[in-house]
């Protein structure tokens, strides 16, 4: 996820300050990590040195002072190319499931009996997705993030039953090369 461009596209409806940003990056990224609050300052410090965001002034009400920052014509010309553009499909297998399916396999040990927890804990998961989904008063922004969920945990439970498969079959074929 791009911090940056994220927070450049949450500054084009008007000028805000971090908390504001924060929030409403966590509100309207249902599913997604918490933005730290530390993260959102260090990032609007570099995009107001590079030139992509300005300070539009200091909000005093009813509290500590609060920077508001505005995009700059710079800033919004970098937001609106990202938007147009795609990202590049991963060119690498990094996900923890399949590490550690073949780090038991690099053990020595048979990592089927994982997978099957892993499964299991994919379709509670799952249930919990669509329950949310399908709750009444959803916004359309939850529904999207439960159903990117939902598709990718189903992705992961069909490599699942896919290396289960494969796993049994060099184990049969192990065994019946084997000298009796």
Do not use: N
């Amino acid at each position: 996820m791009s911090t940056p461009q994220i927070l450049l596209a949450l500054l084009a409806e008007r000028p805000k300050h971090g908390y504001e940003l924060k929030r409403e990056h966590d509100d309207r990224l249902p599913g997604a990590k918490p933005l730290p609050y530390g993260q959102v300052y260090s990032t609007l410090q570099r995009l107001e040195r590079d030139g992509y965001v300005t300070v539009a002034g200091v909000d005093r009400e009813g509290g500590p002072d609060r920077t508001m920052y505005e995009l700059t014509p710079e800033g919004a010309e970098r937001m609106r190319a990202w938007l147009a553009g795609t990202e590049p499909p991963a060119p690498f297998v990094t996900g923890a499931l399949f590490a550690r399916a073949l780090m038991t396999l690099a053990v020595g040990d048979d990592p089927r009996a994982g997978l099957e927890r892993q499964r299991a804990a994919h379709l509670e998961r799952m249930r919990e997705l669509t329950r949310a989904k399908t709750a009444s008063g959803a916004s359309a922004a939850e529904v999207l993030a439960a159903e990117y969920a939902l598709l990718h945990l189903d992705a992961d439970l069909r490599w699942m039953e896919l290396a289960t498969r494969r796993l049994a079959d060099l184990t049969r074929r192990s065994a019946d090369e084997s000298p009796a």
